[in-house]
């Protein structure tokens, strides 16, 4: 499981670029991913549970995070395949381009990434990470927060 889950630190911002088929510890792979990226011929299927076992690799959270319980409830017990099209419309890929196009798409995506302050990128990753689990009082109080270290920060002023 810790392969699968340092991918998720709020230092870092990770891409996943999938092509052809991602079953089981694949899909789980892409779920640990921030964003993704995938090709049109993409086919992600949790088969875990079509041969008697769960899905272990946290690739659970993830999942009911970006399609609701009830789809990942479906997608996993059934081991069904989504294709690029049903994964971009329900929010488990970014994006869907032609497999000759992934490469291309993925180093457009990463250079935007880079482009931005790496501090204000961690900082709103955290903010949009822990937005569920906050109040929106508590997510109000959270970005004042973190408002407050990135202008102290870019004034050069410490804390």
């Given at each position: ?36 990226v995938v090709a049109d011929d993409v086919q992600f299927a949790m088969r875990e549970t ?31 395949f989504v294709t690029a099209e049903e994964a971009v419309s329900t929010g488990l890929a ?66």
């Amino acid at each position: 499981q810790e392969a699968f889950t340092w991918w998720r630190r709020s230092d870092i911002v990770s891409v996943a670029a999938v092509q052809g088929h991602a079953i089981g510890a694949g899909f789980q792979l892409a779920l640990a991913c921030d964003l993704r990226v995938v090709a049109d011929d993409v086919q992600f299927a949790m088969r875990e549970t079509s041969l008697g076992l769960v899905p272990d690799l946290t690739g659970t959270h993830p999942l009911v995070g970006l399609v609701g319980y009830a789809r990942a409830l479906e997608i996993c017990v059934t081991g069904r395949f989504v294709t690029a099209e049903e994964a971009v419309s329900t929010g488990l890929a970014n994006v869907a381009v032609p497999a000759d196009q992934l490469d291309a798409t993925v180093r457009d995506l990463t250079a935007a990434l880079l482009a931005a302050p790496r501090d204000a990128v961690i900082e709103t990753k955290a903010l949009l990470r822990g937005a569920q689990d906050r109040t929106y009082e508590e997510q109000r109080r959270a970005e004042r927060q973190s408002q407050a270290r990135r202008l102290r920060d870019l004034a050069g002023v410490g804390d």
